[in-house]
């Protein structure tokens, strides 16, 4: 079955980094876009970044674009987050997303505080 499990979140301070791991299985990994969503408390999802089957496409939200970069790994079914200059607006749940089918992962925990 698909499976997306994320990884990497923490407590970090502003202006730190941190990298988010999303490791896939279950379809054919290679072939398929991959999105990485964030929703914070009281607030809906918004899209944060996404990345195209062979990672020579990706698109950002403006709150993110010069921070934030996403990268892939066919051999390793996994995405990145790379995710630099944290501020505490960026406190929030991540998750990475197939869009087909609609398959979410379980989500990791980002917060960003001094």
């Known amino acids: 079955q698909v499976q997306l499990v994320e990884s990497g979140g923490g407590l970090v301070q502003p202006g730190g980094s941190l990298r988010l791991s999303c490791a896939a299985s279950g379809f054919t990994f290679r072939t398929e876009r991959i999105m990485w969503y964030r929703q914070a408390p009281g607030k809906g999802r918004e899209l944060v970044a996404g990345?195209?089957?062979?990672?020579?496409?990706?698109n950002y939200a403006d709150f993110v674009k010069g921070r934030f970069t996403i990268s892939r790994d066919n051999a390793k079914n996994t995405v990145y987050l790379q995710m630099n200059s944290l501020k505490p607006e960026d406190t929030a749940v991540y998750y990475c997303?197939?869009?087909?089918?609609?398959?979410w992962g379980q989500g990791t925990q980002v917060t960003v505080a001094s």
């Open positions: 990345i195209d089957s062979y990672g020579g496409s990706t």
């Open positions: 997303t197939r869009p087909i089918g609609n398959y």
